[in-house]
């Protein structure tokens, strides 16, 4: 090699070396970018979930109060009928404040037997006629039962409502925290987890509010959907990905479709008040015309999905059963389906999450009424999990905000066990060619 | 082998287009009408067929016999066409939306693009390879089961089980998988793959074995097998065969059709083509000077 050779690619090998320089530090500053990005997404994720749990955690327990309870066959049975008709109507309320004055027999005041009564949830009553109905026996004899308190003592048991507020600021009297005091300290003071809030529907009593109504009514409307928009879905995407010529009619289609996917929820909802309910006079609030409505919603989603994971799957595969003598179904259902089928799944479980979210187009037709029986049927009037937390988030009562942020955290878990869901079906069936 | 057996029939030798139709005026286009076709020993016959990719002509006014229980071996360089040639005899050409092709392709005395023709027949009959071994992520003995499964052609699982082994045995492949029928094709060498997809193919009992550049994923004793496994295959199967391995065509074939620019420059015994081409096209490939 001559010399001017040598230092010319000296001068070349130098120049690569100082452009590494700039090229590492680029690289650097990307990094760096991508992690605060990641950093401040999982820095609010962690506000909004941890604000929403440490508000809605209080909303799965309780506080309960030990009573003595005397079944007293004159007021549930005085005329001695025997009759559950006629239990059912006893007055069970009175039996609650009979329950109270015993245990504070030292309570004489008339008004300060009135306060008493705000000590114990209105919702006991019920509570007391459900014992009798299931166990008739019970009827005069004397009980301990654990009755639910009322939201103004949970809510000053679990601290929402500071003790140090002036007595006028607070619907908890001093003369309440004395008898609550005192309860404690006798221990017929507990806090345990609200069962009813699992099991019962929508009430105005915030303490008896619970969120079964909704869970059912969303699983009810979610069944529909995923029972319209799958079949449907995956079908289309077969027809239009593996089937279908390619002509001006379809590249329409497949143009639509990608707007179907864009437009905005509460549209759909008006599609479907003015198709559904107004023009096939379908039920109002019921879970079939929820379902219908959000599978529209859900089938482009589908229908991209289907097709993306259709495409993905490799050509050599529908070549060898082409060449093989297998007819263009044959091909689609024997090979093509079954390795797009974890895409597809994972596609459609992303599509119902959205639609188990999806309040808006609910409301337009109605799913927004404060339904206090459990759905038995797909029509019967229902709400969603969505437009519960929606109507608690908009109840004055303070024990709701509770309940509102219980809800979403019942919500926020349904969505996650569905995106795990999916994440898991991607990996488990994740195949290499 | 089997060509010094055979009666030499007539001498087809395609140099231009012009030539072709003179040969094609020789012969009565009888292969409409009598059910035997002209040519002795014609599997297949190909008369000026012209493909086209839209407005690019991929192949002109190819004409060729392919001959029973022979392998027919297409050469040329890169994008002449053989590929194309290959996926017409058997109507792959179908699922590309922009190709068309015209001309007339027999099988035996079936027009293979004819009104009546079930691609799906047409495929039982004339079986396909391809260049990259494409097992289904299937097991092995599914792969092999699925042809004569789809075509309905066993009745008993034991007459499935007797297939798969016998075409798993001709193929060459038996030994290596016997004891591991039910793991996925996929997890098999290339070499392996390669042979799987042959007894896939061969299952089905195809008359004709198309096969696009077989061993261009093989290592050499890879290749050598699947050779000897044509060789073995051409005394059941009629078989055409892709190559860019010039040895490759020299070793397995009786025939060779060389391809330039999407016409067929020569066509004829492969001793002759590769001891004597008439071509000096011919000869200018096969001697490494172009292509
Ligand atoms: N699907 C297709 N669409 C459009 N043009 C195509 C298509 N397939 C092949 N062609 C064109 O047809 C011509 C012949 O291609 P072909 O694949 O038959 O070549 P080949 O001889 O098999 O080449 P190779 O040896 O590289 O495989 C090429 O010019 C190619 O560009
Ligand atoms: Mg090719």
Redesign the pocket.
């Known amino acids: 090699m001559t010399d001017s050779s040598k230092s010319k690619s000296m001068s070349h090998s130098d120049r690569i070396a100082a452009s590494l320089k700039r090229r590492h530090a680029a690289e650097t500053r990307f990094r760096l970018y991508g992690i605060s990005a990641i950093a401040i997404a999982l820095i609010f994720l962690v506000i909004m979930l941890g604000s929403i749990f440490i508000r809605g955690w209080g909303g799965f327990f309780e506080t309960q109060i030990e009573l003595t309870v005397d079944f007293s066959r004159q007021i549930i049975d005085p005329e001695g009928t025997n009759d559950p008709a006629v239990f059912a109507r006893a007055d069970f309320r009175k039996i609650v404040r009979n329950a109270l004055k015993a245990r504070f027999p030292d309570v004489t005041k008339r008004k300060d037997v009135k306060a008493l009564k705000a000590l114990i949830s209105k919702a006991a009553g019920y509570e007391l006629s459900h014992l009798i109905r299931d166990d008739p026996a019970l009827i005069g004899t004397t009980q301990n039962i654990w009755l639910p308190s009322s939201d103004e003592v949970d809510n000053f048991m679990k601290g929402s409502v500071s003790r140090d507020l002036p007595e006028s600021a607070r619907r908890i009297k001093d003369i309440h925290v004395g008898w609550i005091e005192e309860l404690e300290a006798e221990g017929a003071l507990k806090s345990t987890l609200n069962l009813r809030f699992f099991t019962h529907g929508d009430s105005r009593e915030p303490e008896n509010a619970g969120i079964w109504g909704a869970i059912v009514g969303s699983t009810l409307t979610l069944f529909i959907t995923l029972i319209l928009s799958f079949p449907l879905g995956v079908m289309a995407a077969i027809y239009l990905e593996e089937l279908s010529p390619k002509t001006r009619w379809t590249d329409f289609i497949e143009v639509n479709i990608n707007n179907m996917a864009a437009v905005p929820s509460i549209i759909y909802g008006l599609l479907g008040l003015a198709v559904f309910l107004n023009f096939m006079h379908l039920p109002r609030s019921a879970p079939l015309v929820g379902g219908m409505v959000l599978a529209l919603m859900t089938l482009p989603t589908i229908i991209i999905a289907t097709r993306a994971s259709l495409k993905a799957v490799p050509p050599s595969i529908r070549e060898a059963a082409r060449g093989l003598g297998a007819s263009p179904i044959q091909v689609v259902l024997h090979h093509v389906l079954p390795l797009a089928m974890p895409g597809i799944l994972t596609g459609t479980i992303i599509g119902m999450a959205r639609a188990l979210g999806e309040s808006a187009p609910l409301l337009m037709i109605g799913m927004v009424a404060f339904i206090v029986d459990i759905p038995q049927s797909f029509t019967d009037p229902a709400t969603a999990l969505p437009v519960q937390v929606y109507l608690w988030a908009d109840s004055p009562e303070r024990a709701f905000v509770e309940k509102t942020a219980a809800a979403t955290i019942v919500l926020v878990a349904f969505l996650v066990v569905m995106n795990a869901m999916a994440v898991y079906l991607r990996k488990r069936f994740e195949r290499r060619w | 082998m089997k060509t010094a057996l055979k009666p030499k029939p007539i001498r087809v030798t395609v140099r231009n287009t012009q030539s072709s139709s003179s040969v094609q005026a020789m012969k009565p286009a009888a292969d409409k009408n009598a059910p035997a076709p002209t040519l002795e020993g014609a599997k297949m016959n190909i008369e000026k067929v012209n ?1 086209f ?2 407005d ?1 002509q ?2 002109t006014d190819i004409d060729l016999q392919i001959r029973v229980n022979e392998v027919t071996a ?1 050469i ?12 017409c005899l058997n109507r792959m ?1 179908d699922t ?1 939306e ?2 068309r092709v015209s001309g007339l392709v027999m099988l035996d005395d079936m027009d293979v693009y004819g009104p009546d023709v079930d691609v799906v027949h047409l495929r039982a009959r004339i079986g396909m390879v391809f ?1 990259k071994p494409n097992p289904f992520p299937k097991s092995i003995y599914e792969n092999v089961a699925y042809g004569p499964r789809i075509h309905g052609l066993v009745s008993s699982r034991a007459d499935l089980d007797d297939i798969v082994m016998t075409s798993l045995t001709k193929a060459g492949l038996i030994k290596e998988v016997r004891d591991r029928l039910h793991e996925s094709g996929t997890s098999l060498s290339g070499g392996q793959q390669q042979r799987l997809c042959i007894a896939r193919a061969i299952a089905v009992n195809p008359e004709v074995i198309l096969m ?2 077989p061993c261009s994923a093989l290592d050499p004793i890879a290749t050598a097998r699947i050779e000897e496994l044509i060789d073995e295959l051409s005394q059941n199967f009629t078989i055409v065969i ?1 190559t ?1 391995s010039m040895q490759q065509a020299a070793r397995v074939s009786q025939r060779t059709a060389f ?1 330039h620019l ?1 016409e067929l420059v020569e066509f004829g015994d492969t001793e002759q083509v590769f001891t004597s081409p008439r071509d000096e096209r011919t000869q200018g490939y096969i001697t490494g000077r172009f292509g």
């Open positions: 493909v990719y839209g690019n991929a192949l297409l040329g360089p890169s994008g002449c066409g053989k590929s194309t040639f290959l996926r050409n590309i922009e190709c260049q696009d550049e892709v860019h391809f999407g």
